[in-house]
Nanobody, 124 residues
Framework: QLQASGGGLVHAGGSLKLSCAAA????????VAWFRQIPEKGREFVAA????????VYANSVEGRFSIFRDKSETTVYLQMNSLKPEDTAVYYC???????????????????WGQGTLVTVSS
């Protein structure tokens, strides 16, 4: 079971750090991703950390502002969000998948386990 936390209210230009913890097991061997969702829209890919290569992948909209990384124990994955914009407002979800190929890594259907979501609100 995944537990996402760290959301909150922040002014535009501010920063937040989200955490995703896996109860009972490490993230070793899995690709971990962050998605976000706003009302009446589907889940949007944000970032992913591949286990097989260590490569990180970002959506164009967050490239250079967000950073996904794992702690050394592989029990927590973080999403550091800097220079936040009002359009980043959403519920953020973490998810794990069995190492989807790179061309499919942005697809929510590639991920089996999902956390409960944490709300990020960026005020203008």
């Amino acid at each position: 079971q995944l537990q996402a936390s760290g959301g909150g209210l922040v002014h535009a230009g501010g920063s937040l750090k989200l955490s995703c913890a896996a109860a009972g097991r490490p993230f070793s061997g899995y690709t971990v991703a962050w998605f976000r969702q706003i009302p009446e829209k589907g889940r949007e890919f944000v970032a992913a950390s591949r286990w097989t290569t260590g490569r990180t992948v970002y959506a164009n909209s967050v490239e250079g502002r967000f950073s996904i990384f794992r702690d050394k124990s592989e029990t927590t994955v973080y999403l550091q969000m800097n220079s936040l914009k009002p359009e980043d407002t959403a519920v953020y979800y973490c998810a794990t998948g069995s190492n989807p190929i790179l061309s499919a890594i942005r697809s929510a259907s590639m991920y089996r386990d999902w956390g409960q979501g944490t709300l990020v609100t960026v005020s203008s």
